[in-house]
C-alpha cells in the first residue's frame, strides 16, 4: 500500500469515527427537545395569570411600586443574559451576546448605567475574555433548568430592584434570551420584565374579558405588589430559562446534524481519492511488470543472437 493511500484511509476512519460521535450527539438533542418543549408549555399558563393577576393589581389602584411604576430619570438598569454552558450550537450563544450588546448600547445612549447579569458559561467567558465586568453568572444548568434555578438566578435581581437607586438599586430590568419557535426558527429576544408594561399587559387581558373585575386588596395593594413582584420575575426568568434550553437543543441538533452531513460528503470524496490513489498504484505496478517482462525478453533475444 502506498504512502498516499495510507493518508487517505487514515482520514476516513477519523472522519467515520467523528460522523458517529456528531450523529449520536443529534439524536441525544432531538430527544431532549420534546422535553424541553412540554417544560415550556407548562410554564405558559402560570406566568401569563401572574402577569394578568399584577396588571389587575396596578390597574385597581393608585399605588406607586416598583413592579408597575416607571421611574420619572431612570438611571441604572440591569440587563440578564442567558447563554449556554456547551458549544456545538451553531450561533446560539453569539445571537444572543450580540443582542445583548445591542440592548447595553441603547440603554447607555439614554444615558443609564447598565449591570450585566450573565447566565451560562458561554457568556461568562465572553466578558471575561474582554475583561468586562460582569455583577453576577451562573452556570452549569442551562440545558435543564429547574424552578430553583430560576429562584437563584432572580434573587439578586429582586434584591436589586427593591433597594434604592442612590444605594446601587435598579429601575429597569431587561432579559435577553433566544425563543424558541420552531425546531427550525430561534429568535433571540428583549424583553423589559421591570416595571411591567401596564399598556400590553391590559391589551391582552381586554382579549378575554370586556368587562374588567374589581378587586379588594388585603391588607394593601402595595402588599399584594411585594408578595408577587418575586413570583413575577422568578415566573418570567424561568420561561426564558426554559425557552432558552429548548433553543439551545435546537441548535445543537441542526448544527450536529450539518456536521454529519458534511463528515458523509467528507467520507465520499476522501473514499474516490483514495480509489484513485489505489487505481494509479494498480496501473503503476502493471506498468512495472510489462516494462520488466520486455526488459527480460530483450535480454533473453540477445543472448540467444
Given amino acids: 500500500m502506498g504512502a498516499q493511500l495510507r493518508v487517505y484511509k487514515r482520514r476516513i476512519r477519523s472522519v467515520t469515527a467523528t460522523k458517529k460521535i456528531t450523529k449520536a450527539m443529534e439524536m441525544i438533542a432531538a430527544s431532549r427537545i420534546v422535553k424541553a418543549q412540554r417544560k415550556v408549555q407548562a410554564s405558559m399558563p402560570y406566568a401569563n395569570e401572574l402577569t394578568r393577576a399584577v396588571t389587575a393589581v396596578a390597574t385597581g389602584s393608585n399605588t406607586k411600586h416598583a413592579l408597575t411604576t416607571e421611574a420619572e430619570n431612570p438611571v441604572r438598569a440591569a440587563v440578564l443574559l442567558i447563554t449556554s454552558d456547551r458549544g456545538l450550537a451553531g450561533g446560539y450563544s453569539s445571537n444572543a451576546i450580540k443582542a445583548a450588546e445591542r440592548l447595553t448600547e441603547r440603554l447607555r445612549g439614554e444615558g443609564k448605567d447598565v449591570d450585566t447579569y450573565v447566565v451560562g458559561r458561554k457568556g461568562v467567558a465572553y466578558y471575561g475574555f474582554r475583561e468586562r465586568k460582569v455583577s453576577e453568572s451562573w452556570g452549569g444548568f442551562t440545558d435543564n433548568p429547574t424552578y430553583a434555578d430560576a429562584k437563584n438566578v432572580s434573587a439578586p435581581l429582586i434584591a436589586a430592584v427593591q433597594q434604592?437607586?442612590?444605594?446601587?438599586?435598579?429601575?429597569?430590568?431587561h432579559i435577553v434570551f433566544t425563543e424558541f419557535q420552531s425546531m427550525l426558527t430561534q429568535t433571540p429576544?428583549?424583553?423589559?420584565?421591570?416595571?411591567?408594561?401596564?399598556?400590553?399587559?391590559?391589551?391582552?387581558?381586554?382579549?378575554?374579558?370586556e368587562v374588567p373585575p374589581l378587586?379588594?386588596?388585603?391588607?394593601?395593594?402595595?402588599?399584594?405588589?411585594?408578595?408577587?413582584?418575586?413570583?413575577?420575575?422568578?415566573?418570567?426568568?424561568?420561561?426564558?430559562?426554559?425557552?432558552?434550553a429548548a433553543s439551545e437543543h435546537a441548535a445543537r441538533r441542526r448544527a450536529m446534524k450539518s456536521a454529519t452531513d458534511n463528515a458523509g460528503d467528507l467520507v465520499k470524496s476522501l473514499s474516490r481519492l483514495a480509489n484513485a490513489a489505489r487505481q494509479a498504484e494498480i496501473t503503476q505496478e502493471i506498468s512495472e511488470i510489462v516494462g520488466g517482462s520486455s526488459a527480460l525478453a530483450d535480454a533473453t533475444a540477445g543472448s540467444d543472437k
Avoid: C, I, M, W
Avoid at 164 to 173: I, N, P, S, V
Avoid at 194 to 202: N, V
Avoid at 223 to 231: C, Q
Fill in 215 to 244: 378587586f379588594e386588596f388585603e391588607p394593601s395593594a402595595e402588599g399584594v405588589l411585594d408578595a408577587l413582584l418575586p413570583r413575577y420575575v422568578e415566573s418570567r426568568v424561568y420561561n426564558a430559562l426554559l425557552q432558552s
Fill in 189 to 209: 429576544v428583549e424583553n423589559r420584565l421591570l416595571p411591567l408594561s401596564l399598556d400590553k399587559s391590559a391589551e391582552e387581558s381586554d382579549t378575554k374579558a
Fill in 164 to 173: 434604592d437607586t442612590a444605594e446601587g438599586g435598579l429601575d429597569e430590568l
